[in-house]
């Protein structure tokens, strides 16, 4: 697909691809006045939010969630005019050996409060795994905040997130000894990774989950 600059004048910057990023970058440019060309060898844009038919089947090719309000507020203050679809639960987990069909609710205490209802005598554990979590989200914010970030509200405000920086999830799950039942309905968001939870990272699993449960 090409977009056509203004007629005999040649473009300022050139975009090559039409995907989500290269879309934005275009938009902005040319907001500012620049003019821009996108190149895209497929036949339509968009990339990972496009999707493909085959037969009576609706295939997306990978985006389907977006994990923040930040996107979401960027493009309801423009001038795209889109109505975004906001799914009514953070996922829904089914498993055919046991018979558990969980849906997990958005909202950390939502989230807990159904895990810990589905799993009896998980209620501890639960809340002190998900209360890393939230401390792991709140230091990565900390650290973005503010470069060079001081080490003593490091210390003094993130200790679990010192302490577990070089944990993998599965770790820090033992240590608060979270039922295996409850690891079942709190782990789907790894595929989001592509890294089992006996070698993701703690810090980085636990800020996802955290971002996809309240502003996903």
């Known amino acids: 697909m090409r977009t056509e600059t203004e007629a005999g004048k040649s473009p300022e910057v050139i975009v090559i691809g039409s995907g ?5 970058a275009a938009y902005e440019l040319a907001k500012k006045g620049v003019r821009v060309l996108v190149l895209e060898r497929h036949n339509l844009p968009g990339g990972f939010s496009t999707s493909f038919v085959r037969g009576r089947f609706e295939f997306e090719t990978s985006l389907h969630e977006l994990g923040g309000a930040s996107a979401y507020e960027y493009l309801k203050n423009d001038d795209f005019h889109l109505e975004f679809n906001r799914v009514p639960e953070a996922y829904r987990l089914m ?8 849906r997990a609710p958005f909202g950390m205490k939502e989230f807990s409060d159904a895990v810990i209802k589905a799993v009896p005598g998980s209620e501890g554990p639960v809340k002190d795994f998900m209360k ?3 401390e792991s989200f709140n230091a990565f914010t900390y650290l973005g905040d503010n470069s060079p970030p001081d080490l003593r509200v490091l210390l003094k405000k993130y200790g679990n997130f010192i302490r577990t920086g070089a944990a993998v999830t599965d770790e820090v799950a033992d240590a608060v000894k979270l039922p295996q039942a409850a690891r079942d309905l709190i782990y789907p968001y ?7 939870t006996d070698k993701v990272s ?10 996809y449960l309240n502003f996903g």
């Open 95 to 102: 498993l055919t050996e046991n018979g558990t069909d969980f």
């Open 132 to 134: 890393v979590c939230e």
């Open 20 to 24: 989500l990023g290269g879309l934005c």
């Open 190 to 196: 790894w595929c989001y990774l592509g890294v089992a």
């Open 202 to 211: 703690f810090s980085l699993w636990a800020s996802m989950i955290y971002s």
